[in-house]
């Protein structure tokens, strides 16, 4: 079965500061895709970053990206240049094989806090 | 550019009453679920679809039921509902042809059982 951890319930930075949050995973599926969404205060799920396991690069979304090391199966995300409307729970999510692709199995999330 | 509308935004419910959550999507878009988040354990599986008359269920489908009978509508039943699924319930919808397009979200409904 698929699984995604992320270790960290919380994080703290500084804004400006750069963060990485964790995301390990397991599958025995040679094909798969890895996103990341943020979840703000006000509910909503929004999509970050995606990452397929055969990409050669690294992905990048503006001061998003993805540190993916495939042979440790991690794909942390990190954001440079933290700002306060960073503050969210972040999560980290895998195509689901056993759904043929068409749903997600997700990480408990990390909350990311940023001071000023 | 409605995208995933769900109704109602909030609802509370007594033990034993039933309701449906109503999920739309006009992205013509074949993959439909529906997920259940509680505090603590992530989003979580309850049924989807990967088209018109075809559903199966997913982590947590005790309790729930759903029907596809178009593209654009899927919608989740709670029969009788009890106090552990006070919870916030999202839908999403997908392409079958672009595998590396994420899931478009609803904005979630948060439902209270007392």
């Known amino acids: 079965a698929q699984k995604i951890t992320q270790t960290q319930p919380g994080m703290f930075v500084q804004e400006k500061e750069a963060v990485t949050l964790d995301c390990t995973y397991d599958?025995?599926?040679?094909?798969?895709?890895l996103f990341w969404y943020k979840q703000p205060s006000s509910g909503e799920m929004i999509f970050l970053i995606y990452?397929?396991?055969?990409?050669?690069q690294n992905a990048t979304e503006g001061r998003y990206s993805l540190n993916f090391q495939k042979a440790r199966k991690s794909a942390n995300l990190v954001i440079s240049a933290s700002q306060l409307g960073d503050s969210a729970m972040y999560f980290c999510?895998?195509?689901?094989?056993?759904?043929?692709?068409?749903?997600?199995?997700f990480g408990k999330g990390t909350m990311l806090l940023v001071s000023p | 550019n409605a995208g995933v509308t769900q109704t109602p935004k909030f609802q509370v419910l007594k033990t034993g009453q039933s309701m449906t959550l109503q999920c739309a999507q006009d992205?013509?878009?074949?993959?439909m679920s529906w997920y259940r988040q509680d505090p603590g354990m992530g989003l979580r599986l309850i049924h989807y679809?990967?088209?018109?008359?075809?559903?199966d269920q997913g982590e947590v489908p005790n309790g729930y039921n759903v029907s596809r009978s178009t593209t654009e509508d899927f919608p989740l039943r709670l029969l009788s509902a009890a106090p552990s699924q006070t919870s916030v319930y999202f839908c999403?919808?997908?392409?079958?042809?672009?595998?590396?397009?994420?899931?478009?979200f609803g904005d979630g409904t948060r439902l209270s059982i007392l």
């Open positions: 999403a919808s997908s392409s079958r042809e672009s595998p590396n397009q994420p899931q478009h």
């Open positions: 999510a895998m195509r689901d094989l056993n759904s043929g692709y068409s749903t997600l199995t």
């Open positions: 992205m013509n878009h074949e993959y």
């Open positions: 679809s990967v088209g018109a008359g075809i559903t």
């Open positions: 990452q397929g396991s055969y990409d050669q």
């Open positions: 599958t025995s599926d040679p094909s798969y895709g």
